[in-house]
């Protein structure tokens, strides 16, 4: 993928986007200016070498990597509430399905549905992941997390070994209030209008080294003390 000068220079210029809030911004506004339909290839050629980088890469971990999946607002628009398929349930918007599956492509992961979505589905995942099938979203691995307590949910896999993970939801201030144990770079906040799209996976693949460690946010934490 070519080297975006423009953002390099700003970070040159402005820092790390994880301590400056507004860098992030500036990147953004950067990229709705430049991602045209010419680079959407150049992103998803991107994505491939992260993925094939990343099985080449002895991770010394067996633990796979876990998308902490909410639902609404994430893949149900709430401008489209009224939208229902075939099956009785809410419309996904398929540019955010598409983008679900480049991520856990990229990653390899497997899925923990934090929403209330999972609720009726704690003791039968299987029928659940039939049904995320349906609907087009790759899933290698399904579980059930906690909808009522998400951020302790994360953190209770955390500590027992599921230390490479990307929490997507559109409610994420549970999560900012544990942003030191979790880390700033492992929450993607969705817009619950538009939903997950390619700027998203700008995010992302920015940081796809941070997401993808096991010592993040631990190990920045040390190097900043």
């Not at 398929?85 to 497997?110: Q, R, W, Y």
């Not at 995942?125 to 302790?152: H, M, Q, W, Y």
């Not at 997507?168 to 997950?196: A, F, M, Q």
Request: proline share 2%.
């Amino acid at each position: 993928m070519k080297k975006n000068n423009i953002i390099s220079d700003w970070l040159d210029k402005h820092g790390d986007p994880e301590i400056d809030k507004q860098v992030e911004i500036e990147l953004m506004n950067i990229m709705r200016r430049q991602l045209k339909t010419e680079h959407t290839q150049e992103l998803k050629d991107y994505f491939n070498e992260l993925q094939e980088k990343y099985k080449k890469e002895d991770m010394n971990d067996e633990k796979p990597f876990i998308v902490y999946l909410d639902i609404d607002g994430v893949l149900v628009s709430y401008l489209k509430l009224r939208d229902f398929d075939n099956d009785g349930c809410h419309s996904f918007v398929p540019k955010a399905v598409e983008t679900l599956n480049s991520i856990i492509s990229m990653f390899d992961a497997h899925i923990c549905v934090v929403s209330s979505w999972g609720r009726n589905y704690r003791d039968k995942p299987d029928e659940f992941k039939d049904f995320l099938i349906s609907r087009g979203i790759i899933v290698n691995g399904l579980t059930i997390g906690d909808c009522n307590d998400r951020a302790g949910y994360v953190l209770k896999m955390k500590s027992e070994g599921y230390r490479r993970f990307l929490i997507v939801d559109d409610e994420v201030l549970e999560y900012y209030k544990r942003v030191e144990e979790i880390g700033y770079n492992r929450i993607l906040y969705s817009n619950s209008w538009r939903c997950l799209d390619e700027y998203d996976l700008v995010g992302v693949s920015r940081n796809f080294n941070r997401i993808n460690g096991n010592e993040y946010p631990e190990k920045l934490t040390k190097r900043n003390d």
